[in-house]
C-alpha cells in the first residue's frame, strides 16, 4: 500500500457523485455565511485542497488559501496564476501564514473537512479564529460521527474500500471524531461567540459557525 498521503486524491472528487452529495450542501450554506459580509468579504479557506473558491459566493470576494500540503499549493496558483499570492503552505499544522495581505483580518475564515485531521483541534480552531476581524465568521465542517449518522458504517465499507483501492486506509484519518454535541463544546476563547452547529440534510455532516465578538 501506498503512503497515507495518497489521501491527496480525493481532493478531485468533491464534485463527483457521490461525494457531491456530502460536499454540495456544505458548499451552499458556507456561501450564504460569506454573503452575510457584504459584497466584497475578505476570505480565508484553510485547507483549501484543491478549492480556491466557494461557488455561491458573492463575485467580487477576495479568496485566500492556505493548506499544509505544498502540492495543493502548487495547484491552485496554477489554476489562479492572476491571484497566485493568495495562496500559501502554512508554516506547521498549527500555524497560518504570514506577511502580506494574509496579516490583515479575514470577514471569514473557513475550514472544511480538517479540523477531524488534527489531534489538537482547540489549540488549531483557536489559531483560525485569531485570524477574524471583529464581527467575522469562523465556519467549521467535519464528518458527523453523532449516534444517527450513517457516516461511520460507509466509512468502514464503501468508503474504505475506495481508499484501499488509491492506495490509503481512512481507519486513521481522523484522530478527532465530532458529534453535533462535541462540536458545540469546542472552547474557542471568550472572544468567539458559537452561532449554530447543523447537520447536513443526510446527517453526514456537521457545520459550525462562530462570530468574533465587536461590530463588523
Do not use: Q
Not at 485531521?117 to 489549540?123: M, V
Not at 485570524?131 to 460507509?154: A, E, K
Not at 484522530?175 to 458545540?184: C, V
Amino acid at each position: 500500500m501506498r503512503a497515507a498521503a495518497d489521501y491527496f486524491s480525493n481532493h478531485r472528487r468533491r464534485e463527483r457523485l457521490p461525494w457531491s452529495l456530502y460536499h454540495r450542501p456544505l458548499t451552499r450554506r458556507i456561501a450564504r455565511v460569506i454573503a452575510e459580509h457584504g459584497a466584497s468579504p475578505r476570505v480565508l479557506i484553510v485547507g483549501c485542497g484543491l478549492e480556491t473558491e466557494i461557488v455561491g459566493a458573492p463575485p467580487s470576494t477576495r479568496w485566500f488559501g492556505c493548506d499544509i500540503d505544498d502540492r495543493a499549493i502548487r495547484e491552485c496558483k496554477e489554476a489562479r496564476l492572476e491571484r497566485a499570492a493568495s495562496f500559501a503552505v502554512c508554516p506547521g499544522p498549527y500555524e497560518l501564514p504570514r506577511g502580506g495581505e494574509f496579516d490583515v483580518p479575514f470577514d471569514v475564515v473557513i475550514a472544511k473537512e480538517v479540523i477531524e485531521h488534527t489531534l489538537e483541534p482547540i489549540r488549531w480552531a483557536r489559531t483560525l479564529s485569531a485570524r477574524l476581524c471583529p464581527g467575522g465568521s469562523l465556519v467549521l465542517t467535519t464528518p458527523n460521527y453523532g449516534r444517527f449518522s450513517t457516516l461511520p458504517l460507509l466509512e468502514a465499507t464503501a468508503l474504505e474500500w475506495l481508499a484501499r483501492r488509491d492506495g490509503f486506509s481512512r481507519r486513521d484519518i481522523h484522530p478527532t471524531k465530532f458529534d453535533k454535541a462535541r462540536l458545540e463544546r469546542l472552547a474557542l476563547g471568550e472572544s468567539m461567540s458559537l452561532i449554530s452547529v447543523e447537520r447536513s440534510f443526510l446527517s453526514w455532516s456537521l457545520l459550525g459557525i462562530w462570530r468574533r465578538r465587536g461590530p463588523p
